[in-house]
Nanobody, 113 residues
Framework: VQLQASGGGLVQTGGSLRLSCAAS????????MAWHRQAAGKQRESVAS???????MYADSVKGRFTISRDDAKNTISLQMNNLNPDDTAVYSC????????WGQGTLVTVSS
């Protein structure tokens, strides 16, 4: 399984970014896909997840600001991030679960104050 995230960058507080993740293989086999993030000096945390049936879950810290979506036809998932703040600064990685856990390389999101 290969997961390639893109779309990170530098944005000011209140700004928006859209992350994308291209996945190899059959998307239908990835029961859960998610975005995780890890800030400097902190543990990795799940930000948002989506199942094959379209059910989504969000961390409390991003509810109402982030939206996760998956497009199985294009083998991609996306994360629309709005109203960003410095606490959102982290490396964001794509995650897929098909009975095993898979993470891809991350993309850095930096939010300046």
């Amino acid at each position: 399984v290969q997961l390639q995230a893109s779309g990170g960058g530098l944005v000011q507080t209140g700004g928006s970014l859209r992350l994308s993740c291209a996945a190899s293989g059959d998307m239908w086999s990835y029961y859960i896909m998610a975005w995780h993030r890890q800030a400097a000096g902190k543990q990795r945390e799940s930000v948002a997840s989506v199942t094959t049936s379209g059910e989504t879950m969000y961390a409390d810290s991003v509810k109402g600001r982030f939206t996760i979506s998956r497009d199985d036809a294009k083998n991609t998932i996306s994360l629309q991030m709005n109203n960003l703040n410095p606490d959102d600064t982290a490396v964001y990685s794509c995650y897929a679960y098909d009975g095993e856990k898979h993470w891809g390389q991350g993309t850095l999101v930096t939010v300046s104050s």
